[in-house]
C-alpha cells in the first residue's frame, strides 16, 4: 500500500493513475495466480497415473497346435504388437502428416494445434476432437483420463508432458501404431495391415499406408471393407497433404491416387470356443498369474493336433445322433433342445452326451479332448469333470496287472461260478452277477479278462489283496472296487490306461507344452513327469490280454466297424447301462470314449461299451493313424517260454500234467516263477523252462492292489 501511496495524485478527468492502472495489476495478478492452480491441480493429477500402463497394451495371445501353427487366440484386445522397424516408412509418414508434423519438434503439446482447438471449443460451446498431438493421442488412449471434456483436454495435455519425458520419440510412435485403432476389430497397425491387405505392417505401400493412416480418425465410418468410397476420399486428403509438407512429389501422389481402392483382407485367427480351448484356459488359471493372462500376447505351445481333435469332434457327435435315431433310445434329442429363455445355461444338458480323450504315448500330451456335444450349449467338460463317473469293467485291466505282478499268471485257473456268501473279505453277502447273467465254472484267468466277468475280476482282486491302510476318499472301502465301482474323470482315465503301452510307466497328460511371454521368452516349460506305476512284466500280460478284448472279447466288433489297427483296450459298462465306456491304445496313441447323460440314468436297454462307446474310438484311431502309424505291440522285455500249472503259478510238474493243469505260456522273463508246484508232487516237467537268476516272487500281501492304485492315478 506504501508504494501505491507514493504514486502521485492528479485529480483530472482521468482520475487518479492507481485508479487508472491498479485493478489491471491486480487483475493480471489474478489471473496468473488462477492459471498457476489450474496447472498445479493437472501436473498433479497427470502424476497419480502409472506410466508403465502406457507401454503395457492388451493383446490376444496365440495358441498354436503340436505342429507350431495357429490354432486358435485367446479372448482379448485384436492387437499384433511389432517393432518400429517392422512398420512400411511410407505408413509412418503418412500418419505423420496426417496426425502430428511437428512431432519431433514439440514436447508433447502442439500449442498452436491446442490453442486452435480451444478457440473451436469456446466459440462452439463443446469440446470437439482435434489437433491433439500423437502423444496426447497416445496418453487418452493408454489411460482413463474421463470424456470429451475441456478438462480432460488439459490432462491430455499434462499427461503428454509426462509420457515425453519418460519415452523417447521412436518408443512413443511405436507405442501409438501398436495401440491406436483402425476398425472392424483391429487395433495396431500390424493388425489393420493384415485385416485389410493380408500383408506385414512392413510391406504396406505408399497408396495403402495412406489409406490406414486415413482411417485413424474415424476407422468405422472410412473402413474399406464398408465404405472404399469414403476410405478413398481420406486416402486423397492424406495424400495432398503430404505434398503440401513436402514429403511426396505432385507426380508420386497422382500416381498413388490412380490406385483402386481394393482390399484383401487375411483371414485372421478366430478364437475358438471349444472344451480343448477349455482345457487350455484351465491349465493356464494354475500356471500364470491373472495379471499375465490378461496383459496377453503370449504364445501358447500345445500338444493338440487340429486334425485329430476336429477328427474327435465329428465322430462323437456322430454317433450320439446315430445312438438317438435307435428304437430302443427313449430320451430328449439334441434336435429338439431348446435353451432356456432367460438366456442362463441349463446345468444339466437333457439329451445324451459324451467325451472323449487322447494322448500321445511317448510323451503324455493330449492330442484331442471333447467334453461333450456343444460347447455353445454347455460349457460343463465332461472330460475334466469334477463330477465324476463310475468307470466300471473299464477299470479291470488294473486290477489283473496288479495280481499278475505279484504271482498270478494269465493261465491260473479262477472259478468263473457264482461267488458265495462270505467268499469275498468283507464283502459280506455280496454276490455281483456276470452282466449275461451266466457262468462258465473253472476258467483261465485270462478269460475273465478278456470276456469282462465279474465274478471271475473279483475273485482276482481278492487275490491281490486289500486292506484299510491309506485308501483315496474316492476309492470306496470294499471290493467293489475290482469291478469299477468307484469315480474318475475320462482324462485321467485315460492316462491311467497309458501305462500300457509304455511298460508300466505313468506319464503325465498334459496340454501345455511351453508358453513364451511377449517378449518371445520362455516363462514355462512341461515338466514331462513319469514314474514307475505298475511292474513291466504284468503290463504285458495284461496288454496281451487286451489285445484280444478287440479280437475275440467284449471288442471283438470292432472288426466289423473297420478297425484293423494292432491295438489293445477294454470295454466299461455301469450298472443299469448309465455309462459307457472304451479305452484303448495303440503303439502311439491311447484315446478313452465315455458316453452317458449328465444326470445319471440307463441310455439303452444292453448300452455296453461295445456298442456305444467303442464306435466312436474305432473311427477316430482311424483318422489319427493317418497322422500316428500304428505298429505291433511288442513287449519291452525278453519272454521265456514255460509250462505252468493254472492252480499253484509254479512250473508245472509230472504230477501237474497228469492232473491236467499245466499249460504252456510266454511270459516275461521277469515274471517266469522259479520253483516247482508242490500241490501235484512229481517231478518238474522236463519242458519247463526257468529264467536264470530269476528274483523270487512275492507272497500275495494285503494291501498290495490298492497300494498299486494310488500310485497309477496319483492318488
Not at 505423420?96 to 473451436?120: C, M, P, Q, S, T
Not at 471349444?274 to 496377453?296: C, K, S
Amino acid at each position: 500500500m506504501k508504494f501505491f501511496a507514493r504514486l502521485p495524485s492528479r485529480k483530472k478527468k482521468g482520475g487518479s493513475v492507481l485508479f487508472r492502472y491498479g485493478w489491471k495489476v491486480t487483475l493480471l495478478i489474478l489471473v496468473a495466480g488462477a492459471g498457476f492452480a489450474v496447472f498445479l491441480f493437472y501436473s498433479t493429477w497427470a502424476q497419480t497415473f502409472d506410466m508403465k500402463n502406457v507401454g503395457e497394451m492388451p493383446e490376444r495371445s496365440t495358441v498354436y497346435d503340436v505342429d507350431g501353427k495357429i490354432y486358435s487366440r485367446l479372448a482379448g484386445a485384436n492387437r499384433l504388437k511389432v517393432s518400429l522397424s517392422e512398420v512400411s516408412p511410407y505408413f509412418i509418414t503418412a500418419v505423420l502428416a496426417r496426425e502430428d508434423v511437428r512431432f519431433y519438434d514439440h514436447k508433447g503439446i502442439d500449442w498452436r494445434g491446442i490453442l486452435r482447438a480451444l478457440v473451436r471449443d469456446v466459440t462452439s460451446g463443446s469440446a470437439k476432437e482435434g489437433a491433439s498431438s500423437i502423444t496426447q493421442q497416445l496418453a487418452r488412449n493408454s489411460l482413463p483420463l474421463g470424456g470429451r471434456t475441456l478438462s480432460r483436454k488439459i490432462l491430455e495435455a499434462m499427461v503428454a508432458l509426462r509420457i515425453e519425458r519418460q519415452f523417447t520419440k521412436q518408443q512413443i510412435l511405436e507405442l501409438y501404431v501398436n495401440r491406436i485403432y483402425f476398425g472392424n476389430g483391429c487395433y495396431g497397425i500390424e493388425t489393420a495391415s493384415q485385416a485389410y491387405f493380408g500383408k506385414s505392417a512392413s510391406k504396406l505401400n505408399l497408396p495403402e499406408g495412406a489409406l490406414l493412416a486415413g482411417l485413424i480418425r474415424s476407422p468405422n465410418r472410412y473402413s474399406p471393407l464398408k465404405n472404399p468410397e469414403g476410405a478413398r476420399i481420406q486416402r486423397n486428403v492424406v495424400l495432398d497433404r503430404m505434398v503440401t509438407l513436402k514429403k511426396l512429389s505432385p507426380a508420386d501422389a497422382e500416381n498413388a491416387k490412380r490406385a483402386k481402392i481394393t482390399a484383401r483382407p487375411k483371414r485372421l485367427p478366430f478364437i475358438q470356443e471349444n472344451y480343448a480351448m477349455d482345457a487350455v484356459q484351465r491349465d493356464l488359471n494354475l500356471l500364470l498369474t491373472q495379471d499375465q493372462i490378461d496383459n496377453g500376447g503370449l504364445s501358447i505351445y500345445t500338444t493338440l493336433d487340429a486334425a485329430v481333435q476336429n477328427a474327435a469332434q465329428d465322430a462323437l457327435e456322430k454317433q450320439l445322433a446315430k445312438i438317438e435315431h435307435q428304437s430302443s433310445f427313449h430320451h430328449p434329442t439334441k434336435a429338439d433342445y431348446r435353451p432356456p429363455e432367460n438366456g442362463e445355461p441349463d446345468s444339466a444338458m437333457p439329451y445324451i452326451e459324451g467325451a472323449l480323450v487322447m494322448i500321445d504315448n511317448a510323451s503324455g500330451g493330449i492330442r484331442a479332448l471333447v467334453g461333450g456335444r456343444d460347447y455353445a450349449q454347455s460349457k460343463f467338460n465332461r472330460a475334466l469333470a469334477p463330477a465324476n463317473r463310475q468307470v466300471g469293467s473299464a477299470f479291470k485291466p488294473f486290477v489283473y496287472t496288479v495280481a499278475f505282478s505279484h504271482g498270478l499268471l494269465p493261465s491260473s485257473a479262477i472259478s468263473d461260478g457264482p461267488i458265495r456268501p462270505g467268499e469275498i473279505d468283507g464283502a459280506g453277502n455280496w454276490s455281483p452277477a456276470n452282466s449275461d447273467g451266466t457262468y462258465a465254472g473253472i476258467m483261465p484267468c485270462s478269460y475273465g479278462l478278456i470276456h469282462s466277468r465279474n465274478t471271475m475280476s473279483v475273485r482276482v482282486g481278492q487275490s491281490a489283496g486289500f486292506d484299510d491302510l491309506g485308501i483315496s476318499q474316492k476309492l470306496p472301502h470294499g471290493p467293489a472296487s475290482y469291478i469299477g465301482s468307484f469315480e474318475t474323470n475320462l482324462k485321467d482315465l485315460t492316462a491311467a490306461y497309458s501305462v500300457f503301452p509304455n511298460a508300466g510307466v505313468r506319464k503325465q497328460a498334459y496340454i501345455i507344452e511351453r508358453i513364451d511371454n511377449q517378449r518371445h521368452k520362455p516363462i514355462y516349460l512341461a515338466a514331462h513327469i513319469s514314474s514307475q506305476a505298475l511292474d513291466a512284466g504284468a503290463t504285458w500280460m495284461t496288454s496281451r490280454l487286451m489285445q484280444e478284448v478287440l479280437t475275440q472279447g467284449t471288442a471283438a466288433s470292432a472288426r466289423s466297424l473297420g478297425f484293423k489297427l494292432p491295438a489293445a483296450g477294454k470295454t466299461g459298462t455301469t450298472n443299469d447301462y448309465k455309462d459307457a465306456w472304451f479305452v484303448g491304445y495303440t503303439s502311439t496313441l491311447t484315446c478313452g470314449v465315455w458316453v452317458g447323460f449328465d444326470q445319471p440314468t440307463t441310455i439303452v436297454a444292453h448300452g455296453y461299451g461295445a456298442a456305444l462307446a467303442l464306435p466312436v474310438w474305432t473311427e477316430v484311431m482311424n483318422k489319427a493313424a493317418q497322422h500316428y502309424p500304428a505298429e505291433p505291440l511288442q513287449p519291452t522285455m525278453p519272454l521265456e517260454h514255460a509250462t505252468v500249472c493254472s492252480i499253484s503259478n509254479q512250473l508245472a510238474t509230472t504230477g501237474c500234467m497228469s492232473a491236467g493243469t499245466a499249460f504252456d505260456i510266454d511270459l516275461p522273463v521277469g515274471n517266469v516263477p522259479t520253483a516247482a508246484c508242490q500241490v501235484h508232487g512229481g517231478t518238474q516237467w522236463p519242458f519247463a523252462q526257468q529264467a536264470p537268476n530269476a528274483p523270487p516272487k512275492a507272497s500275495s500281501a494285503p494291501g498290495r492292489f490298492f497300494r498299486s492304485f494310488r500310485r497309477l492315478f496319483g492318488r
